[in-house]
């Protein structure tokens, strides 16, 4: 899979949420078949994962990855652990596969076979050690997980697939500003270019007027929004355009001249032309397979 797929597939299985606290916190090598998500809440921790030794404190998040063999060498101080052992994707087995605390020799061939593939770290390139700025928001949402785990209900099922989601989402988030510095020192900056593009869509938007919104030098304004929304200013202007335009396909009566009038095209052949190399089909196609023939029209 690649990126976009994996995204699209993930569907987790929360297999234990603990709030661990212990006063020495010491662990024999092993490896896990799935992952497990730490946050040290209190406490220093002396840990090997795989062939790097590692030094963490409070506000550091862990993630242990399926197979890698790994120890807690020694702890300092009490240590609040609070953690979760979960499947990225839906596996069949998902009702079997234990907790483990041996070494990959140590086990036997149906246990390596629960074994998951490290989609996180392969993928999304998630580390081991995760050092964010938001670690606080994560350990929230970490918080409220192992509170609704400790309680469940007939819904947890999807509580805690949305909640597993949100944490991988910030943990993402996290990792992308800690790459680029930039990215949270202008992040109300980049919601104001954002917001203007989205509320001026329809017309010619200017490069030098976004980087003045975002009070930005026009080379740092375009590197800073490509860094955070993975599409240059006009590419998302393009994205949100062919958004308005599909909704309108859908839920109006409007003709395809006036529905390219509307999101900002002078003539439907430019519409058209942008259309099908935004979206892979031509708005005509995907009007006669999505249209609400029913739908009332939309005025503006």
Same mark, same amino acid.
């Given at each position: 899979m690649d990126r976009q797929q994996l995204l699209q597939a993930l569907s987790p299985y929360v297999r234990r949420a603990w709030h661990h606290k212990v006063d020495? +916190?010491?662990? #024999?090598?092993?490896?896990?078949?799935?992952?497990? $998500?730490?946050?040290?809440?209190?406490? /220093? $921790?002396?840990?090997?994962i795989g062939g790097d030794s590692l030094t963490v404190f409070p506000g550091d998040l862990l993630l242990f990855k399926p197979g890698i063999e790994h120890e807690f060498v020694r702890s300092r101080g009490p240590c609040w652990m609070p953690h979760i052992h979960f499947d990225a994707l839906y596996y069949e087995d998902y009702e079997e596969v234990p907790i483990n605390f041996k070494l990959r020799a140590e086990c036997s061939q149906q246990e390596l076979s629960w074994l998951r593939p490290d989609w996180l770290g392969s993928v999304l390139e998630?580390?081991?050690?995760?050092r964010v700025q938001n670690h606080a928001e994560i350990h929230q949402e970490l918080m409220r997980l192992i509170h609704?785990? /400790?309680?469940?209900? %007939?819904?947890?099922?999807?509580?805690?697939?949305?909640?597993?989601l949100?944490?991988?989402?910030?943990v993402i988030k996290g990792l992308k500003a800690a790459g680029h510095g930039r990215l949270s020192?202008?992040?109300? #900056? +980049?919601?104001?270019?954002?917001?203007?593009? +989205?509320?001026?869509?329809?017309?010619?938007?200017? $490069? /030098?007027?976004l980087s003045k919104t975002a009070c930005l030098s026009l080379y740092h304004f375009s590197r800073v929004f490509k860094q955070t929304y993975d599409v240059s200013p006009h590419q998302f202007q393009i994205r949100y355009r062919m958004e308005r335009a599909k909704e309108l396909m859908m839920y109006s009566r409007l003709s395809l001249s006036a529905i390219a009038e509307q999101v900002g095209y002078s003539s439907i052949y #430019?519409?058209?032309?942008?259309?099908?190399? %935004?979206?892979?089909?031509?708005?005509?196609?995907? +009007?006669?397979?999505? #249209?609400?023939?029913?739908?009332?029209?939309?005025?503006?």
């Open positions: 020495r +916190m010491k662990l #024999a090598p092993r490896i896990i078949f799935d992952y497990e $998500l730490l946050y040290v809440e209190q406490g /220093e $921790l002396d840990i090997r998630i580390p081991h050690l995760i609704a785990y /400790e309680r469940r209900d %007939a819904e947890f099922p999807l509580l805690q697939k949305s909640l597993v949100d944490i991988l989402y910030l020192l202008h992040q109300a #900056a +980049m919601e104001r270019a954002v917001t203007h593009i +989205m509320e001026h869509y329809d017309t010619v938007i200017r $490069l /030098e007027d #430019a519409f058209s032309k942008a259309f099908k190399s %935004a979206c892979g089909i031509s708005p005509k196609k995907y +009007m006669s397979t999505h #249209a609400s023939m029913g739908a009332p029209e939309i005025h503006h």
